[in-house]
């Protein structure tokens, strides 16, 4: 897995280094990098939902399953990850690789709220609108669908989802969105 175009840049770093990475799906439950410490945070001014046709990790460009991304608007509830400077252009590299497998997604730096402090911290937000897998708000009942269905690299969409919403009520947050197409899926998988 390769990540299209030039590594992220790396700008936002506390003053020894560190940077901190913003996990709102998958992260939250399978980082994948080497990580110095882990919060609870809140990003403002995004919400999480199911906006992505996945063509490598949930589906292929032939059956598309279905990701979550970040949509301009609300906020989002995840986890901020500090990572040691020596490790940092290590694990930017690793997430361009798994967040970049095709240009859908971009980086972004946002300032994720912890009970310690705000942090400055990447994520990986999807766009430009115009492009071919960006879904953008789609109805339950096809969201269910495509996450029923799809099955990619990294499995099946509605293995993805069943992870993703157990992580968050175990860190005390319900989605009442994904909670519902949970239960939408495992009407369609019965």
């Not at 980082?31 to 809140?42: H, I, K, M, W, Y």
């Not at 789609?138 to 157990?166: C, M, Q, R």
Request: aromatic share 10%; charged share 25%.
């Amino acid at each position: 897995m390769k990540a299209v175009g030039p590594p992220s840049p790396i700008l936002h770093t506390e003053p020894n280094g560190d940077i901190w990475v913003f996990g709102y799906g998958s992260l939250m439950w399978k980082p994948g990098f080497d990580v110095l410490e882990r919060r609870s945070a809140l990003i403002l001014g995004y919400h999480r939902t199911f906006c992505v046709y996945s063509h490598w990790h949930r589906g292929s460009p032939e059956k598309p399953g279905l990701v979550m991304g970040l949509a301009p608007g609300g906020s989002c509830r995840g986890a901020a990850y500090r990572v040691a400077a020596d490790n940092a252009r290590a694990a930017v590299d690793y997430l361009d690789a798994r967040e970049r497998v095709t240009d859908v997604y971009n980086p972004r730096w946002v300032s994720a709220h912890t009970d310690n402090g705000t942090v400055t911290a990447i994520t990986y937000v999807p766009g430009p609108r115009g492009h071919i897998q960006y879904a953008g708000k789609i109805d339950a009942a096809k969201a269910a669908d495509l996450l029923a269905h799809g099955v990619g690299n990294s499995g099946p969409g509605w293995e993805y989802l069943e992870n993703t919403v157990a992580h968050l009520i175990d860190e005390g947050i319900r989605d009442p969105y994904l909670i519902d197409l949970r239960d939408r899926v495992r009407e369609i998988r019965r």
